[in-house]
């Protein structure tokens, strides 16, 4: 069974630039999950989709967006980039986030110039 | 103050020793207890899941889970050096947040030959 797999792997973006990430979760999986991994924050959760709908949602600006498709596919979207959204960006999957714990993809690596 | 609590490290140990890593935490409604092994450059891997009090074996890998003390630990018998990561423990609540898992700060283990 394939895994998480998150495209590009690496971005290198300027200040003001918009970004969008994509995520496709393990087959079967209709929970997507989006964190954000710095050194100095650790990682933090973003948000989550379940059927195309966002169930939760993090402590972040509301740059930070997002929308899961009907095949339960995840895209996240940052606008007016900023030098401290340089982060790795990881996507989470499981079968519907209850009781049942996350696969994480490698994750996008976003750096701000 | 973090709702979790991870003793930071860096752990340096000699192959074949035993490996012990810990976390606190502070939210009681937190169930659902996970460990994961992150290596450069990857994306975390799920290493054990565990739910409430108690122990779970898993080949050379021990998840303890108190959840009067509000600690989790998790053993490494007969370290090897491809055990050497960084170690994440994570925690959810049923329900209220779904899927957000939140992180410890990871703990660097070396193992050397």
């Known amino acids: 069974k394939a895994g998480v797999t998150q495209t590009p792997r690496y971005l290198i973006k300027t200040r003001g630039q918009q970004v969008t990430l994509s995520c496709s979760p393990i087959?079967?999986?209709?929970?997507v999950s989006w964190y954000q991994q710095t050194p100095g924050q650790g990682l933090q959760f973003l948000f989550e989709?379940?059927?195309?709908?966002?169930?939760n949602k993090g402590n972040f600006p509301g740059r930070f967006s997002g929308r899961q498709f009907s095949n339960s596919r995840s895209e996240m979207n940052v606008s007016t980039l900023e030098l401290g959204d340089s982060a790795l960006y990881l996507c989470a999957s499981s079968p519907d986030s209850q009781n049942q714990p996350q696969h994480f993809g490698d994750g996008t690596r976003l750096s701000i110039l | 103050q973090k709702e979790v609590e991870q003793d930071p490290g860096p752990l340096s140990v000699p192959e074949g020793a035993i490996v012990s890593l810990n976390c606190t935490y502070s939210?009681?409604?937190?169930?659902?207890f996970m460990w994961y092994r992150q290596y450069s450059r990857k994306g975390p891997e799920l290493l054990m899941y565990?739910?409430?009090?108690g122990n779970k074996e898993d080949g050379r890998f021990t998840a303890q889970v108190d959840k009067s003390s509000k600690y989790i630990s998790l053993f490494i018998r007969d370290s090897q050096p491809s055990d050497s990561a960084t170690y994440l423990c994570?925690?959810?609540?049923?329900?209220?947040?779904?899927?957000?898992?939140?992180f410890g700060d990871g703990t660097t283990l070396t193992v050397k030959p």
């Open positions: 939210n009681s409604a937190f169930q659902y």
């Open positions: 989709y379940f059927s195309e709908t966002q169930r």
């Open positions: 994570a925690m959810s609540a049923l329900v209220a947040n779904a899927g957000k898992s939140t």
């Open positions: 087959s079967g999986h209709r929970s």
């Open positions: 565990t739910y409430s009090s």
